[in-house]
Each structure stands twice: as structure tokens, then as C-alpha cells.
């Protein structure tokens, strides 16, 4: 299913649709990590392997932070430019005081080694309650 923004969900951690879907807790807040590749890296291997590079290996081993699940998704629209060719979505449903825990596994998550031609933004977001419209 195409989402906003021009993306697909191709993959998810456990296997189960991710998206749409709405935090499993009011305090959940989701790593979000945009990813950017030059000419000619091979995105079938980087399909095969998205659970080391994205971190969310990373992120399932830190029981801590509550790792719900996470979601890679492809940009499916043509002649977009300055456009992520993925993303990856993942919901930890315990961020900590302070999103401490939170920013400790995003720390991590920033500090993977990719291969050349493969640039990344990492950030941390929260759905607030009453940003919510459908609640269904």
C-alpha cells in the first residue's frame, strides 16, 4: 500500500503491516531514518539486509526502549528530487525520562558505518494525541 509521501512499505521486522498504524502507547515515539543513494548502489542486497544497516537489529537488542516493530519503505514516485530512496520507521514504546533511552539507541543508530554512496538523517518523532483525527 502506498503511503503519503510517495513511499511503499516493503518490509517490516516481524513481518506483520506496520503502516497505517497508530503508537501502541501515548509515550511511544518513533526513529525515523532517511535514506539517500547515489548512482548504482545495489538496492537489492540493501533489501536483503535492512535490519543490520537501519540499526533496527540495534534497537530490537535493547529491550529497555520497547522496540514495537519497524518499517522500510521504498519512494515508488518518479522525478522527485532531493527525495529520500528509503525510509525506515521504528516505534519504541519506551523511550525514557527525558527520551534518555530513546536517544541513546538513536545515538546508535546514527553512529552505523554505511557503505559508500549511502548518506542517512536520523531523528526522533512523537504522534501527540490530539494530532490524531481518525482514531479507528
Known amino acids: 500500500m502506498g503511503q503519503p509521501g510517495g513511499f511503499l512499505e516493503i518490509a517490516t521486522y516481524d513481518g506483520k503491516p506496520m503502516s497505517p498504524a497508530l503508537p501502541q502507547t501515548e509515550s511511544s515515539v518513533f526513529l525515523t531514518s532517511g535514506y539517500t543513494l547515489a548512482e548504482g548502489v545495489n538496492t537489492d542486497e540493501l533489501e536483503a539486509t535492512w535490519k543490520e544497516w537501519s540499526g533496527a537489529d540495534i534497537m530490537n537488542s535493547t529491550p529497555s526502549v520497547g522496540f514495537?516493530?519497524?518499517?522500510?519503505?521504498?519512494?515508488?514516485?518518479?522525478?522527485?528530487?532531493?527525495?529520500?530512496?528509503?525510509?525506515?520507521?521504528?516505534?519504541?514504546?519506551?523511550?525514557?525520562?527525558?527520551?534518555?533511552?530513546?536517544?541513546?539507541?538513536?545515538?546508535?543508530?546514527?553512529?552505523?558505518?554505511?557503505?559508500?554512496?549511502?548518506?542517512?538523517?536520523?531523528?526522533?518523532?512523537?504522534?501527540?494525541?490530539?494530532?490524531?483525527?481518525?482514531?479507528?
Open 68 to 136: 514495537n516493530n519497524a518499517g522500510l519503505y521504498k519512494q515508488f514516485t518518479e522525478g522527485r528530487t532531493n527525495a529520500f530512496t528509503y525510509v525506515v520507521r521504528a516505534e519504541l514504546t519506551k523511550p525514557g525520562e527525558d527520551l534518555k533511552d530513546a536517544v541513546q539507541v538513536l545515538e546508535k543508530v546514527r553512529g552505523i558505518k554505511l557503505r559508500d554512496g549511502i548518506t542517512v538523517d536520523s531523528s526522533l518523532f512523537r504522534v501527540l494525541p490530539e494530532g490524531v483525527f481518525d482514531k479507528n
